[in-house]
């Protein structure tokens, strides 16, 4: 009964700030179509994870999903314009104040995943692994300093 209750008492504002958000009116909707093309990212990122923590490792669904995930490597970066700060954005402020740095981490993110749609076509998970750590920490850093 406590567990229930502190499950609910820990959902209800969970559940209040996902409706609760601001809806995207902008003209082209510029932050749902760069959450969008990161959603799609991921899509095809944490199965690669999974595959190489827990197994099984299969080398042709990976090299798949590396090859996608290398297609999908520029989709949100155009809709990161000047006037795209905006609720419900969760991209932090600074990203619209040190615009070099953020590029100096999109640039390593674009060479990572280049790197790995290459490396995969080896089919050696002990030559694929380090390439997808640096590429996940890309996604990290990038994160650390812009996203909340
Ligand atoms: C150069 C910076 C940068 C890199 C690299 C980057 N991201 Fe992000 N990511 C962002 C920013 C900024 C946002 C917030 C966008 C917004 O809310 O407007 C974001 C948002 C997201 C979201 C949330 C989308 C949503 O529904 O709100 C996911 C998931 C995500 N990124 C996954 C990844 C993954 C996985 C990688 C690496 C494979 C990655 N990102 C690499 C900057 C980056």
Partial sequence: MLTK???????????????????DTHPGQPVTQRRAAFKEIIKNFEPMGVQ?????????????LAIQLDSLKETPWQHFGPDTNYPP??????LWKEP??????????I????????????????QIT???EALH????TC???FKE
């Fill in 89 to 94: 954005t969760k991209a932090k402020a600074a």
């Fill in 52 to 64: 190489l923590r827990q197994g099984p490792f299969d080398s042709k669904k990976f090299l798949a």
């Fill in 137 to 140: 920490e890309t996604c990290r």
């Fill in 143 to 145: 994160h650390k300093s």
């Fill in 100 to 109: 070099e740095k953020f590029e100096a981490n999109r640039k390593e993110f």
């Fill in 111 to 126: 060479k990572a995943a280049a790197a790995l749609a290459v490396v995969a076509e080896s089919k050696d998970q002990k």
């Fill in 130 to 132: 380090p390439v997808y």
């Fill in 5 to 23: 209750l502190l499950f609910l008492a820990l959902s209800v504002p969970m559940l209040l700030t996902a409706c609760g958000e601001a809806p």
